[in-house]
């Protein structure tokens, strides 16, 4: 139906970056909004930031003064860019997808796998 796959995670020293990326391919659905999600060990999963398909951005307070989301319309792709990274940022950082199938008009909720993200101090 609609995958979504991400990459770019990995083990960075504090203050360091990286960039995520998440790819959503799929034929029945169109895409409402593209976003990113964080689960450290032992705590629940928490909105990191979403971009809507209208150019919408939401951003949690720890993050959005160092992490910029964005996005490419036309490779359905969304991006977090990740400046200053801490110690605390270190989690399993999930795609997530909304989209719409077209013939039910019916909302859906997709994930991707998770790409780990480690930060050492």
């Known amino acids: 139906q609609v995958q979504v796959v991400e990459s770019g995670g990995g083990l960075v020293q504090a203050g360091g970056s990286l960039r995520l990326s998440c790819a959503a391919s799929?034929?029945?659905?169109?895409?409402?909004?593209m976003g990113w999600f964080r689960q450290a060990p032992g705590n629940q999963r928490y909105l990191v930031a979403t971009?809507?398909?209208?150019?919408?951005?939401n951003y949690a307070d720890s993050v959005k003064d160092r992490f910029i989301i964005s996005r490419d319309n036309a490779k359905n792709t969304v991006y977090l860019q990740m400046n200053n990274l801490k110690p605390e940022d270190t989690a399993v950082y999930y795609c997530?997808?909304?989209?719409?199938?077209?013939?039910?008009?019916?909302?859906?909720?997709?994930w991707g796998q998770g790409t780990q993200v480690t930060v050492s101090s």
């Open positions: 971009l809507t398909s209208g150019g919408s951005i």
């Open positions: 799929g034929t029945d659905f169109r895409i409402n909004s």
């Open positions: 997530n997808v909304l989209a719409t199938r077209v013939l039910t008009v019916r909302e859906f909720r997709f």
